[in-house]
């Protein structure tokens, strides 16, 4: 036992418990290692105390400068006191230790340094004189630690900008040296003459000082020179010198300066500090991009003193220069070539004072991923730099929305551009809708200079947009706290003329569109109103009535209205002035009967103020069950299972109770479960839809979700066909089968056999997406090449459908449809032009497919966040009018169309009333297609052979069209040469060779009926030939002409007594029928409800 335990070691006091089951604790082999030894050496200690250390190593030679800089005072000094004794020559002993530290093997490096050997010249001197008295009246040339001054300042500055962690101008520092050398020089050419003179002229400093002035200034009057020959000497060397080092100094300015106006140099701390500014982020700055956000951000009265700092990283080009030299920008706008990436470039645009920051994707970037990507980078950069900064980010494609949902606003500008063009289908004209209400405007574009009625109605009531205003602070609505919201929106647009659209309450941050008439008004409401101008910059005049012999008496002796302002109307009166805006009120007392002229008189009931129950037909919307055709008896409401992104709003839709299988999506090809094989046999009820796209985006899931929303209603729903060039992905399919009357085909918009098998002949509308592989072009422009050429051959082919097309640059809506001979268009285009000289923002408004709802430019879209800056609210109520989003108890955007029945109605405020009164339902707008008018010069000249030829009957003779037409176009004044005025002669005497030809058989007979043929004709030869070889039927093939003597443009809330037309279309928000329950929320204690 005493054995065993003399063989058990005893265990060491400084192991643990675990240490016995880790490991063999008994050898104790550990070894302790220390780190970074040779940083405590003496060496590296004086390393990091001299050279390593930035804040002890700018102190040091902080401590050095003011020796040398000393040393040349005491020596000038000494020269103008002619006394013998000198100051101290230097630092010698901080020379030597800094040779020692910085000696890394090769000696003759250190020992030829220009420093050290100047070093040695002024300080090894006035050592042996400290030891050897005799020899101290040796001259010491002190003078020379002028230079070693410079060189320390030059380290001081670098160490400075070490120690302080910011980088500083390089300019600041060139000029610097720059001028430090010039000073250098002359001080060393100053005190060397006049040392050197002391055995000629025995010159003093002064006369030194201009000598050299005269000297290097290459005046050289003459009347002091050095006369002996060291000084002499000296002199040359000087010059040699200086013609060397200065050019070099120079020339490395001029580079610096030529950088920095590439690279724009930095937005100074004090104008941050004192005043606002704004930080716009782009991967590549296009002109057509920096004129829309200027602007439309400085639009706005109270951003005028903001200044907008650019950073891109490529560099400015020169049409960006060119609108940067206008002194309306220069001195607004600072442009810096920078990456968000890089702090020192977020620290050069004081990204942690902005005021906000705009990052931009690059929509023309060949892979709109990548674009994105970069965004996204863009706006993590800044995040993390800046975090109390508000971001405004674009995004391209929605997949890649949740990246930033951190961001204050983001747009998507696929999710806007398919939501968009979708209500373009069912609403005409959304897209020209929502373009003049996100744009700022003054309602002057074509102003008085417009000879057309419908430009100027135009043009006044584009310059409508939305603000908003609390309640209780308001004039407009405050009157109304208590009542029902349809009760103040009719009586603010009957009194005011403004158009109430919206509310949200204190105490939630959703913004409700026509919650409807359960809905009552509270105190703490902001209110959401479409006006041209905001209410804070409105003047109120009330109209009154003159005496009934005055100028207020109608002809036949009933007193009329008279409203004090621009116009008759009772609320568009217009001052147009950056301050406010007249409103001439109506006076109550001079309502209008109600009825119809002649016949049975119509009644309108009055808009309650209270309701407490309610019978809109927005409820008969989810009870539509009972005329269901065959694609839809199984469809029902529900919320989409799966969504191709993550990020969609859900949104509740018509939705199948069972998908649809994947092999009966394709529209031309028959499966097992449905034989049919083109649009014909399936028996569709309403229109087709169409959509022409590259391929199957997720974007394409926004443009099919407002078609299917709930509140459309069942009967009304138009099959959807995607005309893909490629197929759609699985996990596209697997979104789309799910709704009802969705399929697709694969072909291309340029083929026309692919157009007939998606059955084009079926549908009403077409919507054309531009592609995303033709953006990219030699010529930005031109990237909508392709796009127009296939619209007009479309126009052309099917005259009778109706086209929508998405281009990439709004300069281009002037090729649509283009009529090289339509003098309507020429002379849109002098007006275009005018308003571009202007400065409008909308140059491009009154173009007839733009005014026409049938064009839209993504670009567009870029103001809706501008308008986010100043306007927080617009990115919801837009998406919200879209249908992108849904928010329980908020409206929708529809359209009703005014047929004959509704004509008794007659003026828009009465229209007002009856829905209001009835469904509910708010106007907002009108969209009116009319007929276009020409002059009788224009429309004479217009006239020609060809078009007569596309409008003739096919049995009638050529010579009966074409002779008076001729007459006609010459008897009131001569055509212009491009119209074509000799075309009849030479008609004429083609129909003689033709005459001739068809006496000699039946092949002249068929050759004259050839040339007969118009080219109406052979396009819908073409048509047919196409369908009967496809094996199609062309009995819904339309061949009716085009009616292009119309023209269709939107009048944005337009005056009460506007009247209304046949056909007009009249755009609503809908209150949501899912929320159509009273909830009693007075304000103010009333409770009870009030009938009129």
């Not at 230790?97 to 040695?120: A, D, I, T």
């Not at 006049?194 to 055995?199: S, T």
């Not at 020339?251 to 004192?274: C, D, I, P, V």
Request: aromatic letters at 10%; one cysteine or more; proline letters at 5%.
């Amino acid at each position: 036992m005493v054995e065993l335990e003399k063989e058990v070691l005893p265990l060491p006091p400084r192991y643990r418990f675990r240490d016995l089951l880790l490991g063999d604790w008994q050898a104790d082999d550990r070894v302790q290692v220390e780190f970074y030894v040779n940083e405590n050496t003496f060496k590296e200690r004086l390393k990091l105390f001299f050279i390593k250390n930035q804040r002890s190593s700018l102190r040091v030679r902080l401590f050095n400068f003011s020796l040398k800089v000393l040393s040349c005072l005491l020596y000038m000094v000494r020269v103008l006191l002619d006394d013998p004794r000198e100051g101290r020559g230097g630092c010698f002993s901080e020379t030597m230790l800094l040779v020692y530290l910085s000696y890394k093997g090769n000696v003759w490096e250190q020992v030829l340094r220009v420093p050290f050997v100047l070093e040695m010249i002024s300080t090894v001197p006035f050592v042996i004189t400290v030891f050897v008295p005799s020899l101290r009246n040796l001259f010491i040339p002190v003078f020379l630690n002028c230079w070693l001054a410079k060189h320390a300042l030059e380290n001081m500055i670098n160490d400075l900008h070490r120690a302080i962690q910011r980088t500083h101008s390089a300019m600041f520092n060139q000029v610097l040296i720059l001028i430090c050398t010039l000073v250098c020089l002359m001080f060393t050419c100053i005190c060397g003459i006049q040392h050197l003179e002391r055995a000629g002229n025995n010159l003093t400093l002064f006369d030194s000082l201009y000598f050299c002035v005269v000297t290097f200034s290459t005046v050289g009057f003459g009347d002091v020179t050095p006369r002996i020959w060291p000084s002499q000497l000296l002199v040359v060397i000087m010059i040699c010198v200086a013609l060397i080092v200065l050019p070099v100094q120079f020339e490395q300015l001029a580079f610096l300066w030529m950088e920095r106006q590439k690279s724009g140099g930095n937005y100074s701390r004090y104008r941050a500090q004192t005043e606002k500014h704004v930080v716009l982020c782009v991967s590549c700055l296009k002109i057509d991009l920096l004129m829309d956000f200027l602007n439309e951000f400085y639009a706005h009265p109270r951003l005028q003193d903001y200044y907008v700092v650019i950073l891109c990283p490529a560099e400015m080009d020169v049409q960006v220069r060119r609108v940067l030299q206008i002194p309306l920008w220069a001195q607004r706008v600072i442009y810096l070539q920078g990456s968000a990436l890089k702090d020192q470039d977020l620290m050069r645009a004081k990204m942690d004072d902005a005021e906000a920051c705009f990052i931009l994707s690059n929509r023309f970037e060949v892979d709109r991923i990548a674009a994105d990507h970069q965004t996204i980078l863009r706006a993590w950069a800044v995040k993390d730099f800046a975090p109390n900064c508000p971001l405004y980010v674009q995004i391209l494609k929605p997949e890649s929305k949740f990246h930033v949902k951190f961001a204050d606003h983001v747009v998507c500008e696929e999710e806007f551009k398919y939501a968009m063009l979708a209500l373009n289908c069912v609403c005409p004209a959304t897209s020209t809708l929502i373009t003049l209400l996100i744009h700022s405007s003054r309602g002057q574009e074509g102003g008085a200079s417009s000879v057309d009625q419908w430009q100027r109605t135009y043009s006044r009531c584009s310059a409508n947009e939305v603000f908003h205003i609390r309640l209780e602070e308001s004039k407009f609505f405050g009157e109304y706290q208590g009542k029902s919201f349809t009760f103040a929106s009719f009586h603010a647009h009957k009194k005011y003329g403004v158009c109430l659209i919206g509310v949200r309450r204190l105490d939630t941050a959703n913004i409700l569109l026509n919650p409807g008439p359960c809905h009552i008004m509270a105190a703490s409401d902001t209110c959401f109103y479409i006006n041209i101008s905001k209410e804070e910059n409105s003047a109120f005049v009330r109209g009154h009535r003159e005496s009934m012999g005055g100028p207020g008496r109608s002809p036949g002796g009933v007193p009329q209205t008279i409203y004090h302002g621009l116009t008759r109307l009772p609320v568009h009166s217009i001052i147009a002035s950056m301050g406010t805006v007249a409103m001439d009120l109506p006076d109550s007392s001079g309502s209008s009967p109600d009825g119809a002229e002649g016949g049975r008189r119509h009644s309108i009931a009055p808009v309650l103020e209270l309701v407490d129950r309610v019978s809109s037909p927005s409820l008969d919307l989810l009870s539509d069950q009972s005329e269901d055709e065959g694609g839809e008896e199984n469809s029902s409401l529900g919320y989409p299972l799966n969504s191709p992104y993550i990020g969609s709003s859900p949104t509740l839709c018509h939705l199948l109770q069972e998908k649809v299988p994947f092999c009966c999506l394709c529209l031309d090809k028959a499966c097992r479960h449905v034989p049919c094989e083109d649009a014909r046999s399936y028996g569709f009820r309403n229109k087709l839809i169409i959509v022409s796209a590259e391929g199957a985006g997720n974007g394409l899931y926004n443009f099919l979700v407002p078609l299917r929303a709930y509140y459309r209603p069942k009967k009304e729903l138009k099959p959807i066909v995607l005309l893909l060039e490629s197929p759609p992905e699985a996990y596209f399919l697997e979104a789309i089968c799910w709704f009802p009357m969705v399929f697709y085909t694969v072909g291309s918009i340029d083929n026309l056999d692919s157009l007939l098998r998606c059955g084009i002949t079926f549908a009403d509308t077409i919507v054309v997406v531009d592609k995303e592989s033709s953006i990219i072009a030699e010529e930005d422009y031109m990237a909508d090449a392709k796009t127009i050429v296939n619209v007009q051959t479309l126009f052309r082919l099917f005259p009778a459908l109706s086209i929508i097309t998405e281009l990439t640059h709004p300069a281009n809506m002037r090729f649509m449809q283009f009529k090289a001979k339509d003098h309507y268009s020429l002379a849109l285009s002098r007006l275009e032009k005018k308003e571009r000289e202007k400065g409008s923002n909308l140059v491009f408004m009154f173009r007839l497919p733009f005014a026409a709802g049938k064009v839209f430019s993504v670009s567009m879209l870029d103001t809706l966040l501008y308008q986010s800056f100043v306007k927080d609210y617009m990115i919801s109520i837009t998406r919200l009018l879209l249908g992108l989003d849904s928010t329980p108890g908020s409206g929708f955007l529809c359209a009703m169309k005014i047929t004959e029945e509704d004509l008794w109605i007659r003026t828009y405020g009465r229209l007002y009333q009856k829905l209001c009164s009835s469904s509910g339902d708010i106007p907002i707008g009108i969209y009116r297609t009319e007929s276009r008018t020409l002059s009788v010069s224009e429309s004479q000249v217009s006239i020609n052979v060809e078009e007569y030829e596309d409008t003739r009957e096919p049995r009638e003779p050529l010579l009966c069209r074409t002779g008076p037409a001729h007459r006609n176009s010459t008897s009131s004044e001569p055509p212009p040469p491009s119209s074509g005025a000799d075309q009849p002669l030479l008609r004429r005497k083609s129909m003689q060779w033709a005459r001739r030809l068809s006496r000699k058989g039946g092949r002249g007979q068929q050759r004259l009926t050839l040339f007969r043929r118009s080219e109406r004709q052979e396009l819908n030869a073409l048509v047919r030939t196409r369908m009967k070889h496809l094996g199609l039927s062309p009995s819904g093939y339309n061949e009716k002409a085009d009616q292009g003597n119309t023209l269709s443009y939107v009048l944005i809330n337009p005056s009460p007594d506007s009247r209304l037309e046949l056909n007009d279309v009249v755009y609503l928000i809908r209150p949501d029928p899912l929320s159509m329950v009273p909830s009693r929320r007075a304000a103010g204690g009333q409770g009870d409800s009030t009938h009129l």
